[in-house]
């Protein structure tokens, strides 16, 4: 059972372990069977919201956690980071630096736009799912990367990875955007060491996580940003003509 304050754990009292507050407590042995499955019904419409929210709480301390574990020795801390984490949250970890990045990248493109062509709600909602993409292709190209050069991790570490590795990627489109035009210079420098980053956290993930002997992820690394791609541009090709603005919004000078 949950609390219906923050959607911690209860004990076997009844007693949040998170917080002071008492949560909705069912006592089976004084139910009948309907009632019983009335107040079972009624608790999980009551604790679903919480519990998701708590949930939510914990990956992203989780994550911040992880990110302060590699930020600075990508080698070393990120096979350390998912072994602390285990295979069930290092997914829940990949899966907000997936979000993370989409939102970084959402935010600095937003603010390199002009005036006249920014994105409204529906836009934005668009840019979001699209903005999934990059990742979603990364994930798959793990996973298959994986399976072909004989690793023996899972989706979990795969999930892992693709998230660590696509973290310096929206950080550098965010950044970038904040320092505009003019420092060129910057940017470009700041793109070198975000692709150095991710090449070495995909390395490290695939040879510590996935478990991809040496020899073959030498070869495996650059497979897998090329399939990432590839997937990538097909998806891109199929779906955005639908994501794009109208043409009035992106020239509202034209004839």
């Not at 917080?19 to 604790?47: D, H, K, M, R």
């Not at 072994?83 to 990949?94: D, E, K, Q, S, T």
């Not at 956290?201 to 897998?224: C, D, K, N, Q, W």
Request: with cysteine.
């Amino acid at each position: 059972m949950f609390c219906t304050e923050c959607g911690g754990q209860l004990d076997a009292s009844g007693q949040c372990r998170s917080c002071t507050g008492q949560g909705f407590v069912v006592q089976p042995q004084a139910a009948s069977a309907t009632s019983g499955a009335l107040f079972g019904t009624v608790e999980n419409q009551i604790g679903g919201a919480p519990q998701m929210s708590a949930k939510v709480k914990a990956a992203s301390r989780d994550a911040t956690a992880a990110f302060k574990t590699f930020a600075t020795n990508p080698v070393g801390g990120l096979p350390a980071a998912f072994a602390n984490l285990g295979p069930a949250r290092a997914m829940g970890v990949g899966s907000v630096f997936g979000v993370v990045s989409i939102f970084c990248m959402f935010i600095g493109i937003y603010i390199a736009l002009p005036a006249f062509s920014k994105p409204d709600i529906g836009d934005s909602i668009k840019f979001m799912v699209f903005g999934a993409v990059p990742f979603l292709s990364l994930l798959a190209a793990a996973a298959a990367t994986r399976k072909v050069f004989g690793g023996k991790g899972n989706y979990h570490g795969d999930c892992f990875i693709a998230g660590a590795a696509l973290l310096p990627f929206g950080f550098l489109i965010l950044l970038t955007s904040l320092l505009g035009i003019a420092n060129l210079e910057i940017a470009v420098l700041l793109f070198v060491f975000a692709l150095c980053y991710g090449i070495l956290m995909l390395y490290t993930g695939i040879t510590r996580i996935s478990l991809v002997s040496e020899s073959r992820a030498a070869f495996a690394v650059p497979v897998m940003i090329i399939v990432s791609f590839w997937l990538t541009k097909i998806i891109f090709g199929a779906v955005l003509p639908s994501f794009l603005p109208s043409p009035g919004r992106l020239f509202p000078f034209g004839g």
